[in-house]
């Protein structure tokens, strides 16, 4: 049986990740370097160089600081991982395959209850197609001069200062707040539907009713074509 990290063990840890860090960087600095001497090098290639760099550097500071069990809420959801496998089946059922995709690694530990999902920059729609009447309050896709809208009910006991709903609402100014939208038929894996963009809202009385954009509803078409039939034009 393994023996209990000490406070020791821990900042030995944060050292050798500062120290991989900063010869990573260096290693960097030495190839950016040798580029830029390189002969036809002009100086637009330089600065997309320098560019991406930036961007990189920006990436691993903001990964490095999240230890591996943190909670989805102090963790980015991988958005441009899960742009990849838009409109395609995950590998099994369940919201397990679907998370580990998102944070880059295998069996996150989060709550597998409700309909909604918080992470540190995205708030997640779970969705069942296909519910007919047995819902009172259906999920719905139309088609409209402004593209494709999906309606969503919040939990009758959410209000709009529940963090995660407060979440959704700052996605409709902040493009760096996303809303991810995962869908599945009965029986059948979860779907990544897309992005969405909150358009309307409506907390008069509970639940709350939104009214998302589609932003990637016309790619999911064209890879999903079963996706339409789930459309009504109005």
């Known amino acids: 049986m393994p023996g209990k990290r000490k ?21 960097r600095a030495d190839q950016a370097k040798q580029m830029k001497d390189a002969p036809g090098r002009t100086r637009a290639d330089s600065e997309e160089e320098e560019e991406k760099e930036e961007e990189e550097e920006k990436e691993e500071e903001v990964h490095q600081d999240v230890p591996p069990d943190a909670p989805l809420a102090a963790r980015d959801a991988d958005v441009k991982a899960l742009l990849e496998v838009l409109g395609r089946p995950f590998e099994a059922k369940g919201k397990q395959t679907v998370v580990d995709r998102a944070a880059g690694r295998e069996k996150v530990r989060f709550s597998k209850q409700g309909g909604m999902l918080r992470w540190r920059n ?97 790619e999911l078409a064209k890879r999903l074509p079963r996706v339409n039939d789930l459309l009504s034009s109005t």
Request: glycine content about 8%; overall charge positive; proline content about 5%.
């Open 7 to 27: 406070r020791g063990d821990e900042d030995g840890d944060g050292k050798a990740a500062a120290k991989v860090t900063k010869a990573t960087k260096g290693a």
């Open 122 to 218: 995205a708030a997640v729609l779970w969705v069942n197609l296909c519910q007919g009447e047995a819902s009172r309050y259906p999920n719905t896709f139309e088609k409209t001069p402004r593209g494709w809208a999906f309606s969503f009910y919040a939990a009758r006991n959410m209000s709009r200062d529940h963090v995660t709903v407060r979440q959704i609402l700052k996605s409709r100014d902040d493009e760096g707040a996303h809303v991810l939208l995962f869908c599945r038929w009965p029986d059948e894996p979860y779907v990544f539907f897309g992005r969405l963009r909150l358009s309307s809202w409506d907390d008069s009385t509970p639940p709350i009713a939104f009214i998302f954009r589609l932003v990637d509803g016309a």
